[in-house]
């Protein structure tokens, strides 16, 4: 059965904050090392400068090892974004539904200009994905995957369960892998550079939580 789609109230409750990137003596960036252009394993040891919240049925935080989300707001994204600004990337990272309807949507963004112009890449408990772009003259989520809808894919794990996300912002081309599976790949000239971030959303009544580890961003 197809998912009941709800688009995407756009809130301004992910506003990323002004936080400090913790650089070190001689501009070292603890958020930047390994190879990666940034990384947050999320265990406290560093601040790399994601939006932290608690307000409008929403909570964004760091604890246990992880960065958590919380929403309750069905059709309302809510994300954090941790004031970076990069050109093409790779984005990966674990992300693992604790809690709530499996109607609902959890990713990741990139080219992050403000909180009405950016890319995000979503994937759901009940195995569904999309590729999507907000911009500034629409209040709602534009789909820019098949027929504009989300798909379905036997490789997203579904409930309560892990699934490993890793997209591609290279160019024109946004590209979603989940657990090893190239799902799609789509062209947008929209946005060429910005910020990165995660990004939770229930469809339906109840309270939906994911928790996001090894956040890693590489040059393609």
């Not at 009941?4 to 002004?18: C, H, M, R």
């Not at 406290?44 to 939006?51: I, K, T």
């Not at 954090?80 to 609902?104: C, E, H, L």
């Not at 062209?187 to 928790?211: C, H, K």
């Amino acid at each position: 059965m197809r998912r009941t789609v709800v688009g995407f109230i756009l809130t301004i409750v992910g506003v990323t904050l002004l936080a400090a990137c913790n650089i070190g003596g001689g501009g070292v960036d603890e958020c930047n090392a390994g190879g990666a252009l940034f990384a947050d394993d999320f265990s406290g040891e560093q601040n790399c400068g994601w939006a932290l919240y608690n307000r409008g049925g929403a909570v964004t935080e760091i604890a246990d090892d992880v960065l958590r989300i919380s929403t309750s707001q069905p059709g309302q994204v809510r994300w954090t974004n941790p004031s970076r600004s990069f050109d093409d990337v790779i984005i990966t990272t674990q992300a693992r539904q604790v809690s709530g309807p499996n109607n609902n949507a959890y990713g990741v963004i990139c080219r992050y200009q403000n909180e009405e112009n950016f890319y995000i890449f979503l994937i759901g408990g009940d195995g569904y994905y999309a590729i999507g772009k907000y911009t500034s003259d629409s209040p709602t989520v534009t789909y820019l995957t098949e027929n504009g809808e989300y798909q379905f894919s036997e490789a997203i794990n579904q409930g309560l369960a892990t699934n490993q996300i890793r997209t591609s912002c290279v160019g024109n081309e946004l590209s979603l892998e989940v657990n090893g599976i190239p799902l799609v790949t789509v062209t947008d000239p929209t946005f060429v550079i910005g910020d990165v971030g995660l990004a939770t959303s229930t469809l339906e009544p109840g309270t939906a939580v994911v928790e996001f580890d090894n956040f890693r961003v590489v040059a393609p």
